[in-house]
């Protein structure tokens, strides 16, 4: 079963209004990343949080972590045309033998 | 320019047929991973490498191989044993297991 699951599935808001988008995960973790993709192209790195981190931000962005619920956010403030994209997060587990894994992603809309 | 990339950007194979699909990067990073994206789904692990002559299966290798030969390059082959490989391959490369992600620009791969 998925490690990190998104949700919503899908969000269309109004340009220049706040997206939010979260992400649960089930086992312990080194830490949690959030990557977004483009129709039809490879995923672009947005921010990585440590297990030991409680919030960052980067320009618009800002990721939240709560590792007593499992759980993480991604927002962004402000939104544009351009933020129009797949958002997914991945879940790095903390035990070495254990592989990255990814949500199935929210797909976000802006509307003009 | 460092970076990771793939070829071909398009790939059409016939049934019973293998094909390689190619990644490169020369952003002398240890680990390399293989995934495979359905329409409108997220990235499931194939294959993973964390150093040179060794890589590892993910959840859905069956039917799929791998080598590493070298650092710069981790390709993919696709059997005929994969009964539906129709899809968009992606292919990774981070410093190692726990840090951040480069993706190349993907392959689409379609079986006539």
């Known amino acids: 079963s998925q490690q990190g699951e998104e949700d919503p599935q899908a969000l269309s808001i109004q340009e220049g209004e706040n997206a939010t988008m979260n992400c649960s995960y089930k086992t312990s973790i080194n830490n949690l990343q959030w990557y977004r993709q483009n129709s039809g192209r490879g995923l672009v790195h947005l921010i990585l949080i440590r297990s030991n981190e409680r919030e960052k931000h980067s320009g618009r962005l800002r990721v939240t972590l709560d590792t007593s619920k499992k759980s993480s956010s991604l927002l962004i403030t402000a939104s544009r045309a351009a933020d129009t994209a797949s958002y997914f997060c991945a879940t790095v587990p903390y035990s070495s033998a254990s592989k990255i894994i990814f949500g199935s992603g929210t797909r976000l809309s802006i509307r003009p | 320019d460092g970076g990771i990339t793939q070829s071909p950007k398009y790939l059409f194979r016939k049934e019973g047929q293998n094909v390689t699909l190619s990644c490169e990067q020369n952003l002398n990073h240890d680990a390399m991973y293989w995934y495979r994206q359905d329409p409108g789904q997220g990235l499931r692990l194939i294959y993973y490498?964390?150093?040179?002559?060794?890589?590892q299966k993910g959840d859905i290798a069956e039917g799929y191989s791998v080598s590493r030969e070298k650092k710069e390059s981790f390709p993919l082959t696709v059997t005929s044993a994969q009964k539906n490989p129709t899809a968009f391959y992606l292919c990774?490369?981070?410093?190692?297991?726990?840090?951040?992600?480069?993706f190349g620009p993907g392959t689409r791969l379609t079986v006539l």
């Open positions: 490498s964390q150093i040179v002559n060794d890589f």
């Open positions: 990774a490369s981070s410093i190692e297991r726990t840090d951040t992600q480069y």
